[in-house]
């Protein structure tokens, strides 16, 4: 499976949707930083109170590249 776009994917902070900039219904900055959110509600909960959702959590193994030419 591969987009066949350049659209990059953010994250919806408060749901963990996956937006591109095309999807996304609203954007908020904070701190510098651009958010992306699905809905405008999604926003405003972000907006209510943005340390809850940009806060790194502590995550175990916190992986993302993963090689991709491991299949074969
Ligand atoms: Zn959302």
């Known amino acids: 499976m591969k987009r ?3 659209e990059p994917i953010f994250k919806d ?3 963990n949707m996956e937006v591109s900039r ?3 219904i609203d954007e908020c900055v904070y ?3 651009t958010y992306y959110f699905c809905a405008t509600s999604c926003r405003e ?3 209510a109170d943005p340390e809850r959702y940009t806060r790194q959590h502590r995550q175990h193994g916190l992986k993302q590249n993963e090689p991709t ?4």
Do not use: M, Q, Y
């Not at 030419?69 to 074969?72: C, G, M």
């Open 13 to 15: 902070p408060v749901c």
């Open 45 to 47: 909960s972000f907006e």
């Open 31 to 33: 701190h510098g930083k």
């Open 22 to 24: 095309k999807t996304a």
């Open 4 to 6: 066949n776009n350049n």
């Open 69 to 72: 030419s491991s299949l074969s």
